[in-house]
């Protein structure tokens, strides 16, 4: 997952030396050239795809033409850094260029991931243009930055705080939630199943940010101290 963007934000953010922001940014734009290159953009709906271990929670065997709801989250956020950091810089056109792009993913993930029979966001099949209906922690990550509605934020908090769902209240956010088929509680030596229902402390810390962006700092608060 490209969770370089949000590491390197929070250094040239950090920084009063404009040559390493100027560095940073640069590797910013470079990476955000290979996401949104033909390669990984699908053109008819604008979504980033998934390869292996790009994406979390969903069998590497099944990836094919699938586009992640975590992935493009990750590189819509990329956007908004990019952006923000052009502006820093001086760079109003090149900012104005990643806000475009971060409307275009955020758009693309409300039109085509949204699924209204579970009210939730869901990984895209682009080869067979549905949703694939499993419903997975990374469902909450477009709460970050607004790109999900309030009306979506609203149901998704519902869904985040079943305890028949995701365990809200017992434990931190299962990696995938309790009532899928497959899932499992992984335990003794790694045999890769742990991605299907095992709590992962990188997972909860992406749902905290998105609580946090939304304003639901109690709810974020409360996971923040269970995954501690």
């Given at each position: 997952?490209?969770?370089?963007?949000?590491?390197?934000?929070?250094?040239?953010?950090?920084?009063?030396?404009?040559?390493?922001?100027?560095?940073?940014?640069?590797?910013?734009?470079?990476?955000?050239?290979?996401?949104f290159?033909?390669?990984?953009?699908?053109?008819?709906t604008?979504?980033i795809?998934?390869?292996?271990e790009?994406?979390?929670?969903?069998?590497?065997?099944?990836?094919?033409?699938?586009?992640?709801?975590?992935?493009?989250?990750?590189?819509?956020?990329?956007c908004?850094?990019?952006?923000?950091?052009?502006?820093?810089?001086?760079?109003?056109?090149?900012?104005?260029?990643?806000?475009?792009?971060?409307?275009?993913?955020?758009?693309?993930?409300?039109?085509?991931?949204?699924?209204?029979?579970?009210?939730?966001?869901?990984?895209?099949?682009v080869?067979?243009?549905?949703?694939?209906l499993?419903?997975?922690?990374?469902?909450?990550?477009?709460?970050?930055?607004?790109?999900?509605?309030?009306?979506?934020?609203?149901?998704?908090?519902?869904?985040?705080?079943?305890?028949?769902?995701?365990?809200?209240?017992?434990?931190?956010?299962?990696?995938?939630?309790?009532?899928e088929?497959?899932y499992?509680?992984?335990?003794?030596?790694?045999?890769?199943?742990?991605?299907?229902?095992?709590?992962?402390?990188?997972?909860?810390m992406?749902?905290?940010?998105?609580?946090?962006?939304?304003?639901?700092?109690?709810?974020?608060?409360?996971?923040?101290w269970?995954?501690?």
């Amino acid at each position: 997952l490209p969770r370089y963007f949000e590491a390197a934000y929070d250094i040239a953010r950090r920084t009063s030396d404009q040559s390493l922001q100027m560095l940073i940014y640069n590797t910013m734009q470079k990476y955000l050239a290979y996401w949104f290159s033909p390669a990984k953009r699908d053109e008819r709906t604008g979504l980033i795809m998934a390869v292996f271990e790009e994406t979390f929670g969903y069998p590497h065997d099944q990836l094919d033409h699938i586009a992640a709801v975590d992935l493009n989250v990750a590189v819509a956020l990329g956007c908004r850094y990019a952006a923000i950091l052009a502006e820093t810089l001086g760079r109003m056109e090149e900012a104005g260029f990643y806000t475009k792009n971060f409307d275009a993913l955020a758009n693309a993930i409300n039109r085509h991931m949204w699924d209204d029979s579970l009210s939730a966001y869901c990984n895209y099949d682009v080869k067979n243009n549905r949703t694939s209906l499993r419903l997975m922690c990374t469902t909450f990550d477009p709460l970050r930055c607004g790109i999900a509605p309030l009306d979506r934020a609203q149901k998704l908090i519902t869904l985040l705080t079943k305890r028949e769902l995701f365990n809200w209240g017992v434990r931190p956010v299962t990696s995938i939630a309790m009532t899928e088929p497959d899932y499992v509680e992984a335990v003794g030596a790694y045999d890769g199943r742990a991605w299907f229902g095992d709590i992962w402390t990188l997972r909860n810390m992406a749902i905290i940010a998105g609580l946090q962006d939304a304003g639901m700092h109690d709810l974020a608060a409360e996971l923040t101290w269970s995954t501690i």
